[in-house]
Every structure is written in C-alpha cells, then in structure tokens.
C-alpha cells in the first residue's frame, strides 16, 4: 500500500542539540510539507518542496532546515536556534499539477520533546 | 492568512447534525476538509472548488460560496465515529500554493 512514513514516533531533543525527522513517501508525489502543530492549534507550515533539490519557506522556517535529494524523501532538522521546538511534526504529500486541487496525504507524525 | 473556522467546539448527541463554517479574507480558489483524530494524521474528507459547488460523502457535505469567501462543513445524522477535530484548508490568490489551515473545531458526538 502506497503511504507515507515518518519516524520515529517520538523523539527527545537535549538543549543545543540538532534532531532530524524522517518522512518517506511512496506515492510518487512531487510536492511534500512539513507542518508543525502545538496541542489546540492548526497546521503551521514550516517548509515545502515541489520539486527534487528545491524547497520553500513556510510560515515558521526559523530554527529549520530541510533536503529533497531525492522524491522519496523530505527529511527535517530542528536546530538548535529553534528555542520551543516542543510540538507535533506532521509530514504531507501531494500531486502538485492540479495546483490547490488535489489532497495532501498526511504521515502519523512525529512528537517531539525536549528534555 | 489563516481562515477563521466557528464554531470553536461543538457537542453533540448521537443523530443529531452539526455544521462547521469557515471564511477566508482572500480570493479562495479551492477549500479543503480534513478530520484529525486525537494523536493522529489529519484525514481527507473533500475539496471545493470555485464554481460553489457542493459536495458529498455519505453523511458530510459541504459547500463553497466563492462570493463570500466561506464554506460549510455539514455532518447529518451524527454518529460516533465523527468525533475528532475538523480543519480547513484553503488556497488562495498569492498563496504560492500553500495550504493554509484554520485552528480547527473539535466536534464530540456523544451516545
């Protein structure tokens, strides 16, 4: 079955210290996202890619970086400038062609906490 | 800019209908629907499109008012399985194809 994967499930940052999330994707789409989401609040964009070796600015890059080496792939790494990097990460997918019309396909996202 | 969904949060008993509305600011070219259980993936329910159309899947609707900017989320004949918290998602003029997301409603369906 075609999906999307994140891992891990939870993760656990120390002050100063850089963590990646990962998010594979099967689905052969172009476009990924990554948002981040506080407890009570909406999806926030942090950085999307349309297309292999390129990628945008969301609303709340700071403290983020992100790689699309390869279509598969869309991993994200929360650095230490990120001061309150406690939050739910969710990875999405979709076919970009048909612009705002087709659906992003969402991965069970990772939890992250500091300790 | 996020849209503005209403109500917030909304109870319900088993049967009953709810519905969830969310207005845009901005030129809307599509409205996306999606309900996200506690702890987990937003799910995909449907997308508008200009034009006003309205949608269906089972027992959820929803429509598109281009002119006012706003779509309604209609749930008829509430079960259980509803519960869980209902966001939208819209495109819009300048939005470089982002979606943006409205904080959501959280919708109870009690027995």
């Known amino acids: 079955d075609g999906g999307i994967t994140q891992s891990p499930k939870y993760l656990f940052r120390k002050e100063g210290q850089n963590v990646t999330l990962s998010c594979e994707q099967n689905?052969?789409?172009?476009?990924m996202y990554w948002y981040r989401q506080d407890p009570g609040q909406g999806l926030r964009l942090i950085y999307y890619?349309?297309?292999?070796?390129?990628?945008q600015k969301g609303d709340i890059a700071e403290g983020y970086s992100v790689s699309r080496e390869k279509k598969e792939s869309f991993p994200l790494t929360v650095t230490s400038a990120q001061k309150n990097p406690t939050a739910f990460y969710l990875c999405?997918?979709?076919?970009?062609?048909?612009?705002?019309?087709?659906?992003?396909?969402f991965g069970d996202g990772t939890r992250l906490s500091i300790l | 800019q996020q849209p503005v969904q209403s109500p917030q949060a909304v109870i319900l008993r088993e049967g009953e209908d709810a519905v969830i509305n969310c207005s845009s600011s901005?030129?809307?070219?599509?409205v996306h629907w999606y309900r996200q259980k506690h702890g987990e993936a937003p799910v995909f329910l449907m997308i508008?499109?200009?034009?006003?159309e309205q949608k269906g899947h089972e027992k959820i609707s929803a429509s598109f008012n281009e002119k006012k900017q706003q779509s309604s989320l209609y749930l008829t004949a509430s079960q259980l399985s509803y519960s869980g918290t209902y966001f939208c998602?819209?495109?819009?003029?300048?939005?470089?194809?982002?979606?943006?997301f409205g904080s959501g409603t959280q919708l109870t369906v009690l027995p």
């Open positions: 508008l499109l200009k034009g006003g």
């Open positions: 999405a997918s979709s076919n970009p062609r048909g612009g705002g019309y087709q659906p992003q396909h």
């Open positions: 890619s349309q297309i292999v070796n390129d990628f």
């Open positions: 901005k030129a809307l070219y599509s």
């Open positions: 689905l052969n789409h172009d476009a």
């Open positions: 998602g819209t495109f819009s003029s300048g939005s470089a194809r982002q979606l943006t």
